[in-house]
C-alpha cells in the first residue's frame, strides 16, 4: 500500500466544501487508490488555528474532522515530541532563506523520517526541499 504526508493545505481543502482545491483533494484520493496517509500532531494544531477566526460552525467542523481523521486506520497521526520540535526548529534555522513555516519543516524532517516523498498538498516549499507535491491541478 502506498504511504503518503498529508500537509495541513490538503485538510483545510478537504474540509471546506467552498475551497478552490476541495475538489482536487477529494479526487486525490480516489485517484490515488488504496493509500495509507500520515500526518503530524502540528499539522492538526495548525489546522485548528486556521479555523479557529472562524464562526462556530466552522470550529465545529474543523474538530469533527480532526476526531475521523485521528479514529481512521488508514490515517497515521505522528505525535508531537520534543525531538520533532528540536528537529523541525534545526531546518527551520537552516533555511532562513526561505519562508517556510515551523510546522513545514516538522512536516519534512517527518516525511523523511518516515522515508516519505509524496505530500498533499500545492504548497510548493515541499517542493523547494525535492519532495513531490501531489496536488499540482486544481481538476486531479
Same mark, same amino acid.
Given at each position: 500500500?502506498?504511504? @503518503?504526508?498529508?500537509?495541513?493545505? !490538503? ?14 483533494? &477529494? ?26 477566526? #472562524?464562526?462556530? #460552525?466552522? &470550529?465545529?467542523?474543523? @474538530? *469533527? =474532522?480532526? &476526531? /475521523? %481523521? ?7 497521526? %505522528?505525535?508531537?515530541? #520534543? ?6 526548529? &534545526? ?6 532563506? /526561505?519562508? !517556510?513555516? =515551523? ?25 523547494? *526541499? ?11
Amino acid at each position: 500500500m502506498r504511504t @503518503v504526508f498529508a500537509d495541513t493545505f !490538503y485538510w483545510i481543502a478537504l474540509a471546506n466544501p467552498r475551497d478552490e482545491w476541495h475538489a482536487a483533494a &477529494r479526487n486525490a484520493g480516489r485517484s490515488l487508490g488504496a493509500v495509507h496517509i500520515i500526518t503530524t500532531d502540528e499539522v492538526l494544531v495548525e489546522f485548528l488555528a486556521f479555523f479557529a477566526p #472562524r464562526e462556530a #460552525r466552522w &470550529r465545529g467542523i474543523a @474538530v *469533527e =474532522l480532526v &476526531r /475521523k %481523521i485521528m479514529d481512521n486506520p488508514n490515517v497515521t497521526v %505522528i505525535p508531537q515530541t #520534543r525531538d520533532s520540535f528540536k528537529a523541525g526548529l &534545526r531546518l527551520y534555522e537552516s533555511r532562513l532563506d /526561505k519562508q !517556510y513555516s =515551523l510546522t513545514d519543516c516538522v512536516s519534512m524532517q517527518t516525511m523523511r523520517q518516515q522515508g516519505l516523498q509524496d505530500v498533499l498538498t500545492h504548497d510548493h516549499h515541499f517542493e523547494q *526541499e525535492g519532495l513531490s507535491v501531489l496536488l499540482k491541478d486544481k481538476s486531479l
